[in-house]
C-alpha cells in the first residue's frame, strides 16, 4: 500500500474505532489492513495502537501523529479538490442522513433542486430517528435533531426551529379532566420519546422563571408519527411538533391543551451537521450551501 492511502487508513481507523470497519470503508481487507498498520509502525519506529483480542486503543506517539496527519491529508485533499474542481462541477456520491420525520415535507424537494443544479453528484439518502455518529456510520452530511448526534466533533448549523405543542383527543379528557394548569399535568399520562432522547419533562415559561413539570408516560417511542397515531388512538397525552399536527387540530380529531401557557422549548431545532475540518470535498460544501439557501427561502415544495 502507498504511504499515503496508508496514512489515510490510519485516520480512518482513529475514527472510527475500528479495524474491521475502516478497512470496509476503504475496501480492504482486515489481512491488508493488518499489513499497512504493521508496515506504517515499522516505517515511523514506534507502535501506534494497543491491540487485544476485543479492543484496542492509542499510543501516545499515535495521538501525537493522528493530529499532523490529519492536517496533512486535509491539505492533500483541498489541493485535490481544486485541482479536479476546475472547469466542472462536483461530482460523486453524497451520503446523507436525515430525520425521518423531519424530512417529509420537505426532503424530496430538496434533493430534487440540489439534483438540478449539481447532477454530476450521486445522493444516498438515510432516514433514520436513531443516535448516529457521522464518521463512523459513513456519512457526509446530515439534517438531524440534536438528540441525533453521537458525537461533539460535528459542526452544526440551524436550519429551522419546529413549535411544539399539547394535545390529546376527546375520547381521552372523556376519562381524565382536562389540564387547566401545567402542574396538571402531572396526574396525566404522555405518549412520548424515550428518556434517553428527552428527559421526561414538559417545560413552562413565567415571568420569573422557567417551571418544569415531570410527565408520566406509558408508551414511549422514537418516532413522532407513532406517537401522533397513538394520541388519535385515545392514549394520552403528547407533546408533538405543529406541523404534524395541524391538520389533526383544524379537523377536530385533536385538541390543543394549555394554549395560554408558553412552553419554554417551544421548538425543535433542524440542523445541517457535518465533520468539523476547515477542508471540505466540494459535493459537500455544495451540498450545504444548497441546503442553506433552500431553507433560507422557507423550504416550501416547488410548484
Same mark, same amino acid.
Given at each position: ?92 456520491? &453524497?451520503? #446523507? +442522513?436525515?430525520? =425521518? *420525520?423531519? %424530512?417529509?415535507?420537505?426532503?424530496? @424537494? ?51 426551529? &419546529?413549535? #411544539? +405543542?399539547?394535545? =390529546? *383527543?376527546? %375520547?381521552?379528557?372523556?376519562?381524565? @379532566? ?53 394520541? #388519535? ?71
Amino acid at each position: 500500500m502507498e504511504y499515503i492511502e496508508s496514512l489515510r487508513l490510519f485516520r480512518a481507523i482513529v475514527e472510527v474505532k475500528n479495524f474491521r470497519r475502516a478497512g470496509e470503508m476503504m475496501d480492504l481487507s482486515p489481512s491488508v489492513v493488518s499489513r499497512a498498520i504493521a508496515s506504517l509502525e515499522e516505517r515511523l519506529g514506534t507502535r501506534l495502537f494497543h491491540r487485544s483480542t476485543r479492543q484496542f486503543s492509542l499510543t501516545e506517539a499515535a495521538e501525537r501523529f493522528y493530529n499532523g496527519c490529519t492536517r496533512i491529508l486535509d491539505d492533500l485533499d483541498c489541493l485535490e479538490a481544486d485541482a479536479a474542481s476546475q472547469g466542472r462541477l462536483p461530482a460523486g456520491v &453524497l451520503r #446523507l +442522513v436525515a430525520h =425521518t *420525520t423531519a %424530512a417529509l415535507t420537505w426532503l424530496a @424537494p430538496l434533493i430534487a433542486s440540489f439534483k438540478l443544479k449539481f447532477p454530476s453528484i450521486t445522493v444516498d439518502a438515510t432516514l433514520t430517528e436513531r443516535p448516529v455518529d457521522l464518521t463512523a456510520d459513513g456519512y457526509d452530511v446530515g439534517i438531524i435533531m440534536p438528540f441525533m448526534l453521537a458525537t461533539d466533533l460535528a459542526v452544526t448549523r440551524l436550519l429551522q426551529r &419546529l413549535p #411544539l +405543542v399539547i394535545v =390529546t *383527543t376527546q %375520547a381521552y379528557l372523556a376519562r381524565r @379532566p382536562r389540564p387547566r394548569h401545567p402542574a396538571d399535568l402531572e396526574d396525566h399520562v404522555f405518549v412520548t420519546v424515550p428518556p434517553s432522547m428527552h428527559k421526561p419533562f414538559v417545560t413552562f415559561r413565567t415571568e420569573h422563571e422557567n417551571v418544569a413539570v415531570p410527565i408520566h408516560y406509558e408508551i414511549t417511542s422514537n418516532n413522532p408519527i407513532f406517537n401522533r397515531d397513538i394520541v #388519535l388512538q385515545g392514549f394520552g397525552i403528547a407533546l408533538l411538533p405543529i406541523t404534524l399536527v395541524e391538520h389533526d387540530i383544524k379537523a377536530g380529531r385533536l385538541i390543543r391543551l394549555l394554549e395560554q401557557f408558553e412552553v419554554a422549548d417551544t421548538a425543535a431545532e433542524l440542523r445541517l451537521a457535518y465533520m468539523g475540518r476547515t477542508l471540505l470535498p466540494p459535493k459537500v460544501r455544495a451540498f450545504i450551501d444548497h441546503t442553506s439557501q433552500f431553507f433560507e427561502g422557507g423550504a416550501e415544495t416547488p410548484p
